[in-house]
């Protein structure tokens, strides 16, 4: 494997745990979409328009499901074909910036439910939460951790900067 001069705990997380949290996310939006909707809504009045959307709202979640298969294929396709710190970098950083576009997603959430609710009292999460918050919180973690070079001291060397 080319990257295995990365270190592990990042190896893990984007070439294997991440993937597969984000095809699990293509399968709830695309085989299950009802439930999907369902984990989002804040009221039970929302939960019972969740379970007819509307077909704008299924295309929307077909197209989500498509674009969380194309992240976990490129994330761990890309990474792991290559030792280039260059390229881990730039895909890292890219990365960083849809995790803001992720949490930015969650506002409407956050204008019913409250701030604190969505995006600070993780006891509180429900999965969608813990999804689409907790584990993007964690994600702009570990790419931010790579960004500054935690970690990465002894194995700078070793890496391909192209």
Not at 73 to 89: D, P
Request: some cysteine; aromatic content about 16%.
């Amino acid at each position: 494997m080319p990257s295995n001069s990365i270190p592990l705990a990042y190896r893990l997380f984007f070439l294997y745990i991440e993937p597969i949290s984000a095809i699990v996310g293509a399968f709830y939006a695309g085989i299950r979409p009802r439930e999907y909707l369902t984990y989002l809504a804040s009221s039970s009045a929302l939960e019972k328009l969740a379970q007819s959307p509307t077909t704008p709202t299924l295309i929307s979640l077909y197209q989500l499901s498509n674009l969380y298969l194309l992240f976990a294929l490129n994330e761990h396709l890309v990474l792991s074909s290559t030792a280039s710190l260059r390229t881990w970098r730039r895909l890292l950083f890219c990365l960083l910036i849809a995790d803001f576009g992720h949490l930015a997603t969650m506002v409407p959430l956050a204008q019913e439910k409250g701030f604190a609710e969505v995006f600070l009292y993780f006891w509180r999460w429900n999965a969608m939460e813990w999804g689409s918050v907790g584990f993007v919180y964690a994600g702009a973690t570990m790419r931010s951790s790579f960004l500054w070079g935690v970690g990465l001291a002894g194995t700078q060397k070793s890496f391909k900067e192209d």
